[in-house]
């Protein structure tokens, strides 16, 4: 029996199962999952405004190439004047630029340069449990925002009109980055 070994006080206090009632190391992970949940409502409106934020960028290459395919143009690769079943009368022009088919290239380039911000920024903001009727006004207002300024830009709007539907979204995405800061520093 010497090979057995009694446990002693020491070696209980430190066993896993001691140590997790001591310390309840699943709770800031449940927590965590039940802000991330479907089921609560900030997380809910947080995942219909990040979705119709995706399915927009998204969108806008389906819009290039139906543009492209609609004027027979706008084509940017040498290999794009290749006759295929998509394009059975190649022409040389086809590659020059073409101001329809580079108006819905710039207006994704905007949506590349500010939604991949508000993705991440609506996340973390979420995170801070804020009251849910401000999350909405804000998720939903800077999707509401985002559309708008595409009707402007597609409708070929003056910059001002677009830059009036920008900077509200902007302000918005100000807001919710500042709000998280804050609740991340009172912490």
């Given at each position: 029996m010497a090979d057995h070994v009694q446990p002693t006080a020491q070696s209980n206090a430190l066993s896993p199962s001691v140590i997790s009632a001591r310390i309840n190391l699943d709770a800031p992970v449940e927590g965590m999952m039940d802000k991330l949940s479907l089921h609560n409502?900030?997380?809910?409106?947080?995942?219909?405004?990040?979705?119709?934020?995706i399915l927009k960028v998204v969108g806008m290459s389906w819009l290039t190439v139906m543009r492209m395919m609609q004027v027979k143009g706008?084509?940017?690769s040498p290999e794009d004047l290749k006759k295929t079943a998509l394009n059975p009368h190649p022409n040389p022009t086809q590659t020059q630029p073409n101001e329809s088919v580079d108006r819905i290239r710039r207006m994704q380039l905007n949506d590349l340069e500010n939604v991949p911000f508000f993705l991440v920024a609506g996340f973390l903001f979420v995170?801070?449990?804020?009251?849910?009727?401000?999350?909405?006004?804000l998720l939903y207002g800077y999707v509401i925002s985002r559309f708008a300024h595409f009707a402007a830009y597609f409708t070929a709007r003056t910059h001002d009109t677009r830059a009036a539907l920008w900077t509200i979204g902007s302000l918005m995405l100000v807001f919710i980055t500042c709000w998280t800061l804050v609740a991340v520093l009172r912490v």
């Open positions: 409502p900030l997380f809910n409106t947080y995942v219909v405004a990040a979705t119709l934020m706008g084509f940017r995170l801070t449990d804020p009251p849910l009727l401000l999350a909405q006004w």
